[in-house]
């Protein structure tokens, strides 16, 4: 059973104008895993976009938005064949309802945006 979904847009200029603007941007959002996951794909805005649409498709699709945790709390990383695998830290795990359940993520990009879909499913 679907539990929630969450979707988000970003324009991928946006964010690499974050990054040149604000030296700690990349730190502040992201986790140590996530960063050397970009640090292996070249720091692309793309990648980093892809990313930080995802953290906000998921906290849609929990229902709370970012509400009583941060960016750093949902960690997106890749498994061996590419897919996005979503890691939650146990703030978040404490605010929901449920325990059991099942986090889908899909990112896209074309040139100029990068978008991620999330479903949670209880299982």
């Known amino acids: 059973?679907?539990?929630?979904?969450?979707?988000?847009?970003?324009?991928?200029?946006?964010?690499?104008?974050?990054?040149?603007?604000?030296?700690?941007?990349?730190?502040?959002?992201?986790?140590?895993?996530?960063?050397?996951?970009?640090?292996?794909?070249g720091f692309k805005g793309n990648v980093i976009a892809g990313n930080f649409a995802a953290k906000e498709a998921i906290s849609k699709a929990i229902g709370t938005g970012f509400r009583g945790f941060g960016l750093k709390?949902?960690?997106?990383?890749?498994?061996?064949?590419?897919?996005?695998?979503?890691?939650?830290s146990d703030k978040i795990y404490n605010l929901l309802e449920t325990k059991e359940f099942k986090m889908h993520v899909s990112i896209?990009?074309?040139k100029e945006n990068a978008i991620a879909y999330a479903v949670m499913e209880a299982i």
Not at 9 to 27: D, L, P, S, V
């Open 1 to 41: 059973m679907i539990i929630g979904i969450g979707t988000d847009i970003i324009e991928i200029n946006r964010i690499e104008r974050a990054i040149q603007r604000t030296n700690t941007f990349i730190e502040r959002s992201f986790t140590y895993d996530e960063i050397a996951y970009f640090k292996l794909k």
């Open 108 to 110: 896209s990009h074309s």
């Open 73 to 88: 709390d949902i960690e997106i990383l890749r498994n061996e064949l590419g897919k996005p695998v979503v890691n939650l």
